[in-house]
Structures are given as structure tokens and as C-alpha cells.
């Protein structure tokens, strides 16, 4: 039961362009989204959220886009550096009157940036 | 800068055998979290702990997992008779609080090789 899906496993983009990572969800009661990054041997580690109350979020070089009629959301990195290189997992939180908070992740996109 | 810490890093262990995994979550953190990643998959939820005790869990765990929070800075995962299936990555997390958005902190995980 795939709540939320990463449809792509790998992405591969030249340094100093767009990265876009997309995530799709078929709970409609998520009401909080995040993006974890995650380097080989490493613990996931957050980088971006967004609530679903809102379609944009910005950090930087990172933007997350929410399309809740769509059930739908991105992650956009601008430029792209080869540091970004890693596995980036879209993770949802249900709605928090029945959840302690436990995320729910996706497979994960493997981003490769090429110098 | 405050990290959650996971030992060991790799446990390997006979099918039957019992296994206990530590985790140091951040020291003023309240909320617990064991996750795990069997090799190729997403990340899963097992259990969440707050208050010395249980908040929520997966079915996945079932009763040969239990958890514990032995003294005031270690948090434990213990599987009670391993098998196969349990091989997989075991990633502690913790969190100030569960308020939605509040991001966990992830350890950087203990690989189990069940034999």
C-alpha cells in the first residue's frame, strides 16, 4: 500500500541546472509534507517542508510545491550543485489529531548531479 | 551540533538470536522514533515512544519487537528472535515535540544481518 509514491528512482542533471523531484500521495489526509536527504550510510536528514495548508515553500536554493487537488508535490533545486548528489525521500505526515508524527516515505529519487 | 547516535553500526546475528539496538536520541528531545529500510524499499515506520511509553506502531511491529528507555539517555529496540526478514537498516529518530512540522532527527542507522 504505496500512500505515497516516488514514481522516478533516479534523476540525473547537470551542475547548475533545475532538479525536479516529484511526489505523489492518494491520502488526502496528509496535512504535512517533508523532504529528507539522504547520503550513503548516513541517516536521512531533513531538508524542506510544507504544510498543506500552503502551495510554496523556499529554503534557499531548495522550493517545495504542493498541488493538493492533484495530490502532488515537488521539490526544486536551483542550481543544482554535485553536493546535492543523494537520495531524496518525499515523507508525509498524517493528519496529527489521530498521529504521534510518524513519517510515512516514499522509495526514494536517487539525484545525481553532474559536474 | 546535537546529532542522534546509533550503535553499533553493523550487528550480524544467527536466525533465533536476540538483538538489541542503542540510540542516543538529542538530549532534550522528547519524542522517539525507530524506523527501519529492508534493502531496496522505503523507509518504514515501527514504532513511536514518548512519556516511557508506546505512542503508536506499525504492524510490522509485532510482539517480538519491544522498545525501552532504560535510563535518561538511551532508547533500545529489541528484537526478541530474529529472523530472515528482519535484515535490514534500523535508523533511530527523535523530535523536541511532536507538533505537525516538527522535524525528527535521524541517527545514522545500524545495519542488521540476519544469517
Known amino acids: 500500500d504505496q500512500q505515497v509514491k516516488q514514481n522516478s528512482p533516479s534523476l540525473s542533471v547537470q551542475e547548475g541546472r533545475i532538479s525536479i523531484l516529484n511526489c505523489d500521495y492518494t491520502n488526502s489526509m496528509f496535512d504535512y509534507f517533508l523532504w529528507y536527504k539522504k547520503y550513503p550510510a548516513e541517516g536521512p536528514t531533513f531538508l524542506i517542508s510544507?504544510?498543506?495548508?500552503?502551495d510554496k515553500n523556499e529554503d534557499g536554493r531548495f522550493t517545495v510545491f504542493l498541488n493538493k487537488s492533484a495530490k502532488h508535490l515537488s521539490l526544486h533545486i536551483v542550481p543544482s550543485q554535485p553536493g546535492d548528489s543523494a537520495v531524496y525521500f518525499c515523507a508525509a505526515i498524517l493528519n496529527y489529531g489521530g498521529s504521534q508524527g510518524n513519517l510515512i516515505f516514499g522509495k526514494g529519487t536517487k539525484l545525481s548531479v553532474k559536474p | 551540533e546535537p546529532e542522534v547516535t546509533q550503535t553499533p553500526s553493523h550487528q550480524v546475528t544467527q536466525m533465533g538470536q536476540e538483538v538489541i539496538l542503542r540510540c542516543v536520541p538529542i538530549?532534550?528531545?522528547?519524542?522517539f522514533y525507530w524506523y527501519r529500510q529492508i534493502l531496496g524499499q522505503k523507509v518504514e515506520f515501527l514504532v513511536s515512544f514518548y512519556n516511557n511509553e508506546i505512542s503508536e506502531k506499525s504492524e510490522i511491529f509485532d510482539d517480538q519487537f519491544s522498545v525501552e528507555r532504560p535510563d535518561g539517555s538511551n532508547f533500545t529496540l529489541k528484537i526478541r528472535s530474529t529472523k530472515l526478514e528482519d535484515s535490514a537498516m534500523y535508523f533511530c529518530?527523535?523530535?523536541?515535540?511532536?507538533?505537525?512540522?516538527?522535524?525528527?532527527?535521524f541517527g545514522p542507522g545500524t545495519r542488521l544481518t540476519v544469517l
Open positions: 510544507i504544510s498543506s495548508i500552503k
Open positions: 529518530a527523535s523530535s523536541e515535540e511532536t507538533r505537525v512540522g516538527n522535524e525528527q532527527f
Open positions: 538530549s532534550n528531545h522528547l519524542y
